[in-house]
């Protein structure tokens, strides 16, 4: 049976402002969705919504992962059950070394039934799978001393969560402009690392992944099954790679042009962002 | 190697009623409760001490009634006249292990102190109420001259290291605890460590509250000669009672020349146990004093470890942490006092708040006239971990020379939502994400402790972090 991460209808307001007005996507085990936008569209939105940041407040919709109800459920445990995001802006917590940190996660991920004060994930098994991961990921063996986040550069940040997501093995992965920030040789190292992990059968399925991104670069070896338009808070449009392509090189105005409706509340978001900046 | 900050082994529920547990003890000699003269005398003629120091008691005495309770930090509300000052548990202190009575060896069993002996202490007393019940020293230590006992032993064995230097760092009347203390002391650690012999593992001492309404007034005095180094650490624990108990110590430090001390608290009284508590170290020429204090529990703590840098290359460090929660008030920090040229001095300073909790920081960078070219840093941070809670900053500085660099830092900061939010899109629960950022932000303290003291710690960090997040 393949397992399906199924968003429908999904109305998600911010502070009582809303953002989303019904995104629909589904996203099967094994595919590579791409998730395009200008900015302000909402796609980070979706992104933290759907891991179930409590600041996003989901008004209407579902979101379920193998017919299970997440919007029942805290991140904790939506990670459980087999979600991640690799964060634009990772958040740094001090004096918590990586290691530490990723033999907890990885834990409570592959073990969700496991409560706490109980065993973690045998230090040798850990220590094994985390030095093969990051010498993948060419990270130096002393990363896993550092503290999270902590200090790390835009570069560090995302090869970081990448890490994460390779040790954690996520059943759905979605990356938050995780090639933000990077430069040539990053976005390609890290663009091939999630191919990669990606490709990894995990329980007898590949990890579906949505891509969110304004690059074309992360697409190159992560060949989009689909690619979604997002504008105004929906998704207008869904085609193949070619979307991806055409979206990359002549922008945003066709789309704006043949969605007058999405344009118009765009712009109305886009207004209200600015008023609220000038008072 | 990888430590475990935050795996706890053993299952919660025995762990929270580790330290709350009460030993059935009739106790062999209790004073009458309240103080005056009388109860002075007798427990100086119980304790067959020399005239000196009866008299140092009484006189201490007069100094505490007739000084005012203090005027700042927090409100201290006791009934000096409800409280025992002496309690002695046993005839006499055991040497081995074996001569320690059941209920005591018991008590002292759940806090696994025979166990932390064996595993890589140099020697170990373990204070129960008023008295020292155990003792132990390494055989070659003993050779080499280093004494460690409690202090009413080092008066009758060692009178004249006692005379020289008992009640000369902390003066009775420094402050009106101190007086109390010096009026009633009783056990206590005392160790001298003589010129050029270094400890490699720590001392330990063991102060337990068992009895109700008792006062707990322990006078620890260390003496490291020149180029010595010692390390010593102490614990604290007292059971919940429903009236209020005081623990009132003195621990007067003397570091000479090129020698090295380290002094580990980690303290955990009851939430109902008034700590207030006077701690200074003199430190000479080009020696080393560390305060590494650990404050838990208690309804309110005031401590402010003090490093005096007396001659040139002097050098103090303190290390501070404070965890308050519900109906507690730790008001913790540091002192720093340069009296001598080219003196140098860092405190780090960390407190966490939470369920309504107060924590403040009160220290003070002091340079004498003439102490040119001395520094320090204090760096102070605090987390807090509710709106309920509170914390507050006390920065007193004195400079009193030009020629000197003093810096203040400090930070407040809350646990953020989105750092929660990180945290547990990694599978963390809320408690096991809040508890990951506290463990992280103690961080700088917990490495400086000994291994089995880290754990510790975090367990005990841990247990305060329970329910602490809805």
Known sequence: MTETLAIKNLHVS?????????????????????????????KSTLGAAVMGHPSYEVTEGSVTLGGVDMLELDASERARAGLFMAFQRPMAVPGVKMADFLRHATTNVR?????????????????????????????????????????????????????????????????????????????????????????????????????????????ERNTPDFTHVMLGGKIVETGGVELAQELYT?????????????AAIEREMAEADQLETVG | MTTELLAPTDPLESEINKYDFITQTTGVFKAQRGLNAEVVAQISEMKQEPAWMRQFRLDSLKIFESKPMPKWGGDINIDFNDIFYYLKPTAGQGKTWEDVPQEIKDTFDKLGIPEAEKKYLAGVKAQFESEVVYGSLQQDLGDKGVIFTDTDTALREHPELLRQYFGKI????????????????????????????????????YFRINAESMGQFERTLIIVDEGAEVHYVEGCTAPMYTTESLHSAVVEIVVKRNGRCRYTTIQNWANNIYNLVTKRAMAYGDSLMEWIDGNLGSKLTMKYPAVYMMEPGARGE?????????????????????????????IISKSISKNGGRSSYRGLCKVEDGAHGSKSSVVCDALILDPDSRSDTYPYIEVDEQDVQIEHEASVSRIGEEQLFYLMSRGMTEAEASSMIVSGFIEPLIKELPMEYAVEMNRLIELQMEGSVG
């Open chain 2, 318 to 346: 303190i290390l501070s942490i404070a965890f308050s929660s519900k109906g507690q008030h730790q008001d913790a920090g540091a002192k720093l006092v340069h009296c001598a040229p080219n003196t140098s001095g860092r």
């Open chain 1, 14 to 42: 911010v502070e009582g402002k809303p953002i989303l007005h019904g995104v629909n996507l589904s996203i099967n085990r094994g595919e590579t969705h791409a998730l395009m936008g200008p900015n302000g569209s909402g």
């Open chain 2, 170 to 205: 902390i003066p009775p009347n420094d402050n009106k605890f101190a007086a109390l203390n010096s009026a009633v002391w009783s056990g206590g650690s005392f160790i001298y460590v003589p010129p050029g012999v270094k400890i490699d593992f720590p001392l330990q001492a």
């Open chain 1, 111 to 219: 073990r969700p039934e496991r409560k706490e004060g109980e065993e973690l994930i045998p230090m040798r098994e850990f220590r094994k799978e985390l030095k093969e991961k990051m010498a993948q990921l060419r990270m130096d063996p002393e990363f896993a001393r550092r503290y999270v986040n902590d200090g790390f550069s835009g570069g560090e940040m995302k090869r970081a969560e990448i890490l994460q997501m390779a040790m954690l093995r996520p059943k759905f992965a979605i990356l938050d402009e995780t090639d933000s920030g990077l430069d040539v040789d990053a976005v390609r190292l890290a663009s091939e690392s999630i191919a990669q992990i990606g490709k990894e059968q995990l329980g007898g399925a590949q990890m579906g992944i949505l891509i969110i991104t304004h690059h074309d670069k992360l697409l």
């Open chain 1, 250 to 262: 002549s922008g945003y105005d066709r789309v704006r042009a043949a969605y007058p409706d999405a």
